[in-house]
């Protein structure tokens, strides 16, 4: 809550990153994976329960270091920008991604509907992809590593449609 609190009244980012030690949930503290998402949140209600409903856009992988508990158990750490690529093409042999990801945004409905590009990159539709699908954590994680856009791409095709890159040989 403290860290959602001072996010809004700065409209600073925080880093999203995969659990890799700990568990969180059960009180104690989680170890995250270096590589994660900056994200900032765009809107946000309090639902009927009192709970606040966040809608929170990534914007850039980062690096996290130095990183520290504090006493309510919250993470901070440093982070820093990962140099993003030039956007790439989808490569025309894995145009189907492409459809994918703008079918299941379109099932999705709100707040997705944002996420609808003219002709996007490689890397945005593998990015959301990776989010919205529900792969195993791990492959999620080891995608998101990848610097490669056009290589992250094709290895989550390889993973939604395995042989398809025997066949196109």
């Not at 894995?94 to 996420?115: F, H, M, S």
């Not at 539709?125 to 080891?142: F, H, N, Q, S, T």
Request: glycine share 8%; with cysteine; aromatic share 4%.
């Amino acid at each position: 809550l403290r860290m959602v609190s001072e996010c809004m009244k700065s409209a600073a980012p925080f880093a999203v990153a995969t659990i890799v030690d700990g568990a969180a949930d059960a009180g104690g503290v989680a170890m995250t994976a270096p590589v994660a998402t900056l994200a900032r949140i765009v809107d946000w209600e309090q639902g009927d329960d009192g709970l606040l409903e966040l809608v929170c856009e990534g914007e850039q992988r980062c690096r996290i270091y130095d990183l520290e508990v504090e006493s309510d158990q919250l993470l901070r750490g440093q982070v820093a920008r990962l140099q993003e690529n030039m956007p790439r093409p989808v490569p025309r042999d894995l145009a189907w991604t492409e459809n994918l990801l703008r079918d299941v945004l379109k099932k999705l409905g709100a707040p997705y509907e944002r996420l609808v590009h003219g002709v996007p990159s490689a890397d945005h539709v593998a990015g959301r992809l990776i989010e919205l699908l529900p792969l195993p954590l791990d492959e999620k994680r080891a995608l998101f590593d990848l610097d490669d856009s056009v290589e992250r791409l094709q290895r989550l095709a390889g993973l939604l449609q395995p042989g398809r890159e025997e066949d196109d040989d």
